[in-house]
């Protein structure tokens, strides 16, 4: 059974970093292609970024365009979200989602919350 654990979320002030990891373990990481989401109190979930099974593609929403990067560690079995030049309004939830192509089998994480503010 596919299993993604995120880690690495906190508190940060406005402008600094924070690079949020998930693990997937009990699959084939490279059948899948990963996507990070998040949500806060009284909002829809939203799509934050992602990258294809191979690595070589990534997407992103137009909001962290530019300050965010999403990768993958074929070794390590995890993927990464680096978010730089955080803003107050990119405090969330943030979850990591695998899918096969098709979206035949999908599984998400348990979340972990950034919250920014000085």
């Known amino acids: 059974q596919v299993q993604l654990i995120e880690s690495g979320g906190g508190l940060v002030q406005p402008g600094k970093s924070l690079t949020l990891s998930c693990s997937f373990t009990g699959g084939t990481f490279g059948d899948y292609t990963f996507g990070w989401f998040r949500q806060s109190p009284g909002k829809e979930r939203e799509f934050v970024g992602s990258?294809?099974?191979?690595?070589?593609?990534?997407d992103y929403h137009d909001s962290v365009k530019g300050r965010f990067i999403v990768s993958r560690d074929k070794r390590e079995n995890r993927v990464t979200l680096q978010m730089n030049s955080l803003k107050p309004e990119d405090t969330a939830n943030y979850s990591c989602?695998?899918?096969?192509?098709?979206?035949?089998?999908?599984?998400w994480g348990q979340g972990t919350q950034v919250t920014v503010s000085s």
């Open positions: 989602n695998a899918v096969t192509p098709g979206g035949m089998r999908s599984y």
């Open positions: 990258i294809n099974w191979y690595g070589d593609k990534t």
